[in-house]
């Protein structure tokens, strides 16, 4: 997929975004007071860099629901839905956020993740009923705060944790739109305030759905087999999970935020790394980060880098240490 360059970097005032959201706005000339308008239910954010699919077909929803972490089967129209495809040991490689139209199965997830999804899905169809399709040439997604409106286009909402819904419209809308534009920047920062973690920014190739608080959102958990089950199942019967995500308070000393893969520690100890980071316009310079289980939750945590200065941040808890021991027994 060749990236795409919004047309919305031509209003005034926009600022490319770079790294992995390159092709929008990182702002349109002040970040935070884009939150500030979205926070008020005003504005929209430009999402379109992100990869579009659908899948149409009379078996896809049982199709999905036999191959992804979540349940499919029932899956009632202009429902919102969030899956996960896991390796057979239970890491995460793609994540899918989506919604069905009575026809189609629509889903975006991260940018140029799209030609693998497509690629491993279509191994999978066997002789299953179902079409598979990367349409994100004609299709792209833009984000709104608020409750979706009832009618028009097909929107994604309900399992939206910022407080808003996604719409998906042709690409050749994106320059109709109206009402004053935010960043990718202020969206990044509401949905760290959120705790909603992104893939591939949040977490690595080691990462299991227990550590990034997807159980429940991402993962049914009365869900009966599909790959990787087994690894979810077992961290969440016994708890402790190897790592657990958390929102990092930073101290704000440095005029720069920590970029991602910045070491965390915990006195001489990496116990993890900076996934995301973003100026809120209220908590101000925040961060998600991916440690070791047995971090005390209440220790005050280093950023470091090299040839940076070293930044103190404190912990929210987001994924709990112990979360699934109350299934144990206890002796």
Known sequence: ??????????????????????????????????????????????????????????????????????????????????????????????????????????????????TALVEWLQ??????????????????????????????????????????????????????????????????????EAGAPRLGLDSDERSIPNELGWLGVGVHLDKGCYRGQETVARVHNLGRPPRRLVRLHLDGSVDHLPAHGYAVRAGEKQVGFIGSAARHHEYGPIALALVKRSVDADAVLEVVAEDQPTVTATQEVLVDPEVGLHVRARL
Do not use: C, N
């Open 1 to 114: 997929m060749s990236l795409k360059r919004s047309p919305l970097l031509d209003l005034p005032g926009a600022v490319a975004a770079g790294g992995l959201d390159a092709g929008v706005a990182a702002h349109y000339g002040s970040d935070l007071r884009e939150q500030r308008a979205l926070v008020a239910g005003q504005g929209y954010v430009d999402l379109s860099h992100r990869d579009v699919v659908t899948i149409t077909g009379p078996d896809r929803l049982t199709w999905l629901h036999a191959l992804t972490s979540q349940y499919f089967e029932g899956l009632k129209p202009g429902t919102s839905t969030t899956a996960l495809l896991l390796s057979p040991t239970g890491h995460v490689e793609h994540v899918m956020y989506g919604v069905d139209d009575g026809e189609t199965f629509w889903l975006h997830t991260e940018p140029g993740a799209a």
């Open 123 to 192: 191994k999978m169809v066997f002789m299953s009923r179902v079409e598979i399709a990367d349409v994100t040439d004609d299709y792209a997604i833009v984000w709104r705060p608020g409750a979706a409106p009832t009618e028009g286009p097909l929107t994604r909402s309900g399992a939206d944790s910022l407080g808003g819904h996604e719409v998906f419209l042709p690409r050749g809308e994106l320059s109709e739109l109206t009402g004053p534009p935010a960043g990718i920047w202020a969206y990044e920062a509401l949905r760290i």
